[in-house]
């Protein structure tokens, strides 16, 4: 059975750093695209990063883009989202999700495989 759980999640202060991981279990995805998307309270769920299966290629939201590095550990089936100069607005559950194919997207649908996610809020 397919497992994705996130950690690394807490409250911070604006300027703070946080780091997200994802452990994926029950199968390998190092041939898979791994990403992370976020929801905040009253909002759709958003994407945030992307990175390709061979970690070579990523993509990032414009929201996050010099904020946010996403990096992966294939033999480890891991992947991780350093976060940094948080903003209040950065606030939601982050959500890892593995992709169908092996290059980079940013729709949902094309995510098959997610996590519960982990709670990150930023105070002001």
């Known amino acids: 059975q397919v497992q994705l759980v996130e950690s690394g999640g807490g409250l911070v202060q604006a300027g703070d750093s946080l780091r997200l991981s994802c452990a994926a279990s029950g199968r390998s995805f190092s041939s898979r695209a791994m990403a992370w998307f976020r929801q905040a309270p009253g909002n759709e769920r958003e994407f945030v990063s992307v990175?390709?299966?061979?970690?070579?290629?990523?993509l990032y939201a414009d929201s996050v883009k010099g904020r946010f590095t996403i990096s992966r550990d294939s033999a480890k089936n891991m992947v991780f989202l350093q976060m940094k100069s948080l903003k209040p607005e950065d606030t939601a559950r982050y959500f890892c999700?593995?992709?169908?194919?092996?290059?980079?997207?940013?729709?949902?649908?094309?995510?098959?495989?997610w996590g519960q996610g982990t709670q990150v809020t930023v105070s002001s």
């Open positions: 999700a593995v992709r169908r194919t092996a290059e980079v997207g940013s729709s949902e649908n094309d995510y098959p495989y």
């Open positions: 990175i390709n299966w061979s970690g070579g290629i990523t």
